[in-house]
């Protein structure tokens, strides 16, 4: 049977199989794999194992997205994991957005996540409140592409669903919740300027879990989709070097 949205050109999923490392990388909300994309191929390329779902409802019409609730969204980034389990001693989580706050719910909920490695993560945006309790609109504009970097654009939805909205303030407030739980090592990566993601939700991220061996990374070139943006190549480092650091098989 036909599909009744078909997936975008370059919304597509992306797993490698490397090594006994596991990386699942996951992108944010309205996006696809095409947004974090560069950051999965780096990581394949050191060998690891990767995993990059694209998430339920994203990457084909906001319509069918519309349909999809945050447990489909968490469902998909746990089905990348346990096909990362099956392959790998370790595993770290990377996350774009609300993929940051799926890779932080997945931290809380597996203690066998090596580390974590939220960028520009969704914890709590008053905007998105405010939408959906001020518009009785169907859809509201697109939030996606906040990118400093001219030329580049992210490949996400034209339009954004307010039931969608709904489900992510939802999850995003659970996931707050479950912050003290996060013991794992943790590197954060929070853009200066975020048109979309208050900065002060990393600094939140930080000062709440519990991990022994946390850091704060602040990218000074960036908007929100910092894995498309100047800062890339830092991201990319960085989290390689935090990778190796906590990883003893090769």
């Known amino acids: 049977m036909m599909e009744e949205y078909p997936v975008m050109e370059g919304a597509q999923p992306i797993f490698f199989e490397g090594n006994e490392v596991g990386v699942l990388v996951s992108h ?3 996006g696809t794999p095409q947004s974090v994309k560069p950051l999965a191929e780096a990581y394949g390329k050191e060998g690891y194992s990767v995993a990059c779902p694209r998430l339920r ?3 084909t019409a906001p319509e069918e997205m519309e349909t999809t609730t945050a447990q489909d969204w968490v469902n998909s980034v746990e089905q990348a994991y346990l096909w990362l389990q099956e392959r790998c001693t370790k ?4 996350g774009l957005s609300m993929g940051g706050t799926l890779a932080l719910h997945l931290a809380a909920k597996y203690e066998d996540v090596a580390g974590v490695i939220p960028i520009n993560a969704a914890i709590d945006i008053p905007a998105m409140e405010n939408i959906v309790e001020t518009t009785d609109d169907r859809y509201i504009a697109a939030i996606g592409s906040d990118i400093k970097n001219e ?3 992210e490949l996400a939805y034209d339009k954004t669903p307010v039931a969608s909205i709904e489900h992510l303030i939802g999850m995003m407030s659970r996931v707050h919740d479950q912050l003290s739980q996060i013991r794992c090592p943790i590197l ?3 853009s200066e300027e975020d ?3 208050p900065p002060e939700n990393s600094e939140m991220i930080f000062n709440t879990v519990l991990s022994e061996r946390k850091e704060l990374v602040h990218l000074e070139n960036s908007y929100h989709v910092a894995t498309l943006d100047a800062d890339f190549d830092i991201i990319t480092e ?3 070097e935090f990778i190796v ?3 003893n098989a090769i």
């Open 195 to 197: 048109h979309i993601v």
């Open 245 to 247: 650091a906590h990883s």
């Open 91 to 94: 595993i770290f989580i990377a």
């Open 188 to 190: 954060i990566f929070v």
């Open 57 to 59: 409802g994203h990457g």
């Open 151 to 153: 030329g580049i654009k």
């Open 28 to 30: 944010g909300f309205t």
């Open 238 to 240: 960085r989290s390689l």
